[in-house]
């Protein structure tokens, strides 16, 4: 076993833990459809805008670390979905299934010897593969933690 597996294992394990906090997957379930189009007053955003704007922010962060043709997305517009709701429930659950794909996807890139991690990303400009995977991270739980909040204020967060 090579020495730097159990730290790209905790990388990968840093994507969707819950030692701190809930899950993405754990914030997700349940909110039930009538909800998910919801902004509370006083907050910008509903369920669907902030699980949407997970998404493309962690699809576009694996995109820049496996495309050499990668090409930067127009902030905000490219990063928030424009309606405050799905257009229909499979919309929503194919959301969450490209997020669970993408996030695969980047465990697979912690994961694998032939990536070096702290190797600079080749088309970007110092960025290492390490820092992607952090901010993917750091990302997504910084966003659930809204969702959780979201859900508490529209009434639709049941505390374990």
């Not at 907050?43 to 704007?53: F, G, K, T, V």
Request: aromatic content about 10%; glycine content about 4%; charged content about 25%.
């Amino acid at each position: 076993m090579s020495a730097d597996v159990p730290f790209r294992e905790q990388i990968a394990r840093l994507l969707d833990w819950e030692d701190a906090h809930v899950s993405f997957d754990t914030a997700v379930a349940g909110i039930p459809p009538d909800f998910r189009g919801r902004q509370p007053p006083g907050l910008p955003y509903s369920p669907w805008q902030l699980l949407e704007h997970i998404r493309r922010t962690q699809h576009d962060i694996l995109e820049f670390c496996r495309n050499s043709r990668y090409q930067e997305l127009e902030w905000p517009a490219d990063y928030w979905p424009p309606l405050p709701a799905p257009a229909s429930a499979a919309e929503w659950d194919a959301c969450i299934s490209r997020f669970a794909d993408d996030r695969e996807a980047l465990r697979r890139l912690a994961l694998d010897p032939k990536t070096d991690l702290t190797a600079p990303i080749p088309h970007g400009t110092g960025q290492t593969y390490l820092r992607e995977l952090v901010l993917a991270a750091d990302h997504t739980t910084y966003h659930v933690g809204e969702l959780v909040v979201v859900r508490r204020l529209l009434g639709i967060w049941k505390s374990a």
